[in-house]
């Protein structure tokens, strides 16, 4: 039974186009995340949300909107895409308020922009 | 601000010998948390230790464990025993406890049969 799951798993699409991936986790947890990992593999957090609340955002362009309509989801929506959006996508959760517990992350999202 | 450092980009070890992961931070913070984790090629990101920075004692998890040095802001990853399949990337991160988790570049890992 999958813990956190991303949907789709592969993206491609057309530069300009508006696309959204989706995330559910299954473990009860109050936080989830989104973060980047670019080609050189560089992991960075652009958004944390907690009771789905936003706590984190960082200084993500507006194109990026996340929304968690409840504590196991949270979704990203991203407008009028452009070639620098390419990268892999991970959604992570992690238990309780404290903000330093392990997290848990999906498989990923490859968004391939063309 | 703080930052996390992984000075080696590639590491090789031979199957069944010991290796030893580097990782340094900066932080003005007394209280945080450090975390290395695993991406195999599959691209899942596996936790593999965890240390609170109260903790003057090491984290171990098997053939995992870590060498803490606060003073120095050294956080090095031992894996013991290697095998094949601990070949990955890994990366070191740090929070202090507010919902950011700020990573490392990471090391690639080879073990050579």
């Not at chain 1, 993206?11 to 986790?25: A, F, Y």
């Not at chain 2, 030893?20 to 090629?41: A, H, I, M, N, R």
């Not at chain 2, 171990?60 to 601990?86: C, M, P, W, Y």
Request: with cysteine; net charge neutral; proline share 4%.
């Amino acid at each position: 039974d999958t813990a956190v799951s991303q949907t789709p798993k592969y993206l491609v699409t057309q530069m300009g186009n508006d696309k959204s991936i989706k995330c559910e986790q299954n473990l009860g947890h109050d936080t989830m995340y989104w973060y980047k990992q670019d080609s050189k593999k560089f992991l960075k957090i652009m958004f944390s949300y907690n009771n789905k609340e936003l706590i984190i955002n960082e200084t993500v362009p507006n194109r990026f909107s996340p929304k968690s309509p409840d504590k196991a989801h949270l979704n990203l929506h991203i407008n009028s895409l452009e070639l620098g959006d390419s990268a892999v996508y991970f959604c992570a959760s992690s238990q309780g308020v404290q903000g330093h517990n392990e997290q848990f992350f999906g498989p990923g999202t490859r968004l391939t922009v063309l | 601000a703080q930052t996390v450092t992984q000075s080696q980009p590639e590491m090789s070890v031979q199957e069944a010998e010991t290796v030893t992961l580097s990782c340094t931070y900066d932080t003005s913070e007394s209280d945080y948390y450090l975390f290395w984790y695993k991406q195999p090629p599959s691209r899942q990101m596996i936790l593999v230790i965890r240390q609170e920075a109260y903790k003057q004692q090491n984290a171990t998890e098997n053939r995992f464990s870590v060498n803490f040095q606060k003073a120095a802001k050294s956080f090095s990853l031992k894996i013991s025993d290697s095998q094949l399949g601990d070949a990955a990337m890994y990366f070191c991160a740090y929070t202090s406890g507010t919902y950011k988790y700020i990573f490392g570049t990471g090391t690639r890992l080879k073990v050579l049969a």
